[in-house]
């Protein structure tokens, strides 16, 4: 700013105007933080300062006209119209002065307002500059964090993608492994049904057979039974006739009966002689031919009977000497049927068994060691 003085023309000129202009440019800096505070203060202080060398000026100026009037009074009595004329106008500017001193001291003290007010909104926008700072960084870390959410989502939605794709394929075979199932149970449902009829008219058939052979078995024992005793009346009859037939031959004298020699037995149609020390098989025998006999031939359960009443262990004439389990009589015939063995035996026992004795616990048939000493029987 600068301000000059035409003490011809008795103006003041300056572009104080400026300072009215400079509102809008500390608004500006203001708002961009292009001014600071000193330097709008520095604006306001240098107007101030301006007034007060203008009013120096306008006093200077106003002595240096009365000094020049004063000089002028010695000399030209004719200029003092002229001078007077000046004065007033001095006069007029001064006043003038004066009153752009009081606008300009308004301007000043409205600057210095708009300032305050200035530094209010700059500090208010410092402000909000700061929260929206903060505001932004909250947001970008809030875009961080969806950005990661969202990958991380994206990588758990390809995931359950690949699963539901899995559970899909998956679905999709056990669907058809259901409906394989379901047709293997139809299968078997008819293929059980099927059996279930079999199964009944089998178990039809089988109580059927049992009721025919529960009364095969009944008929089978009222048969078995009258075989029995068709059994005892042939034996009955069987006795009967050789009882008979005894009869006829004594009676027909064509027979003498037996007699038997002292010591002897007899039974039947023989005479026995039971020893009364103990031998072996060979010996006992040898003794009973001695005797014009042989060891007993058992030709009949009543024969067998008949020997048991003495309730000895009995050498009797059964071996198998010649050959292994191959029995025969001392006549030299072959034992015919089953005989009358006592329950295990014969046993062969060590291999060393082949003589045949009644045993005396049993009445029994036993085959034992031919070197065994026991009493013996001899039949004639
Ligand atoms: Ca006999
Ligand atoms: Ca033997
Ligand atoms: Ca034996």
């Known amino acids: 700013m600068s301000v000059t003085y035409d003490r011809y023309l008795g103006e003041i000129s300056g ?3 400026n300072l009215e202009a400079s509102d809008d440019d500390l608004k500006n800096e203001a708002k961009y933080g292009g001014g600071s505070p000193s330097s709008v203060k520095k604006g306001a202080g240098a107007a101030a300062v301006c007034l007060g060398l203008l009013c120096l000026l306008l006093l200077a100026g106003l002595t240096g006209v009365v000094v020049h009037y004063t000089n002028a009074t010695g000399h030209h009595d ?3 119209d ?4 000046k004065y007033k106008n001095l006069t007029e500017e001064w006043k003038k002065l004066q009153s752009n001193y009081s606008s300009l001291t308004k301007s000043r003290d409205q600057l210095q307002s708009d300032y305050n007010n200035l530094t209010k909104s700059r500090d208010q926008l410092q402000s909000d500059y700061n929260n929206l700072t903060k505001n932004r960084d909250q947001l970008q870390s809030n875009y961080n964090h969806l950005t990661k959410s969202r990958d991380q989502l994206q990588s758990d939605n ?3 993608t690949k699963s539901r794709n899995q559970l899909q394929s998956d679905n999709n075979n056990l669907t058809k492994s259901r409906n394989q199932l379901q047709s293997d149970n139809n299968n078997l449902t008819k293929s059980r049904n099927q059996l279930q009829s079999d199964n009944n008219n089998l178990t039809k058939e089988r109580d059927t057979l049992r009721d025919e ?6 008929s089978i024992s009222n048969l078995t ?8 009346r042939y034996s009955t009859v069987v006795t009967s006739r050789d009882e008979l037939q005894e009869e006829v031959k004594i009676l027909s004298g064509n027979i003498t009966e037996k007699v038997c020699r002292s010591g002897w037995i007899k039974y039947r149609k023989s005479c026995y002689y039971i020893s009364t020390s103990r031998k072996t098989w060979s010996k006992s025998r040898q003794d009973c031919q001695d005797r014009g006999a042989d060891l007993v031939i058992i030709n009949s359960r009543e024969e067998q009977t008949f020997l048991s009443r003495f309730n000895e262990r009995l050498w009797i004439g059964l071996s198998d000497r010649q050959s292994e389990g191959n029995w025969k009589w001392v006549d030299g015939t072959d034992l015919v049927g089953d005989g009358f063995w006592q329950a295990g035996e014969p046993n062969d026992d060590r291999g060393k068994e082949d003589c045949v004795e009644v045993a005396r616990q049993t009445d029994e048939w036993n085959d034992l060691p031919c070197s065994t000493t026991v009493y013996w029987a001899c039949e004639e």
């Open 225 to 232: 039974q009258e075989h029995e005793q068709l059994q005892s």
């Open 15 to 17: 572009n104080y105007l």
């Open 158 to 160: 390809n995931n359950l």
């Open 213 to 218: 052979r529960d009364q095969l078995r009944t």
């Open 78 to 80: 004719t200029g003092m």
């Open 82 to 85: 002229d001078i007077q004329f």
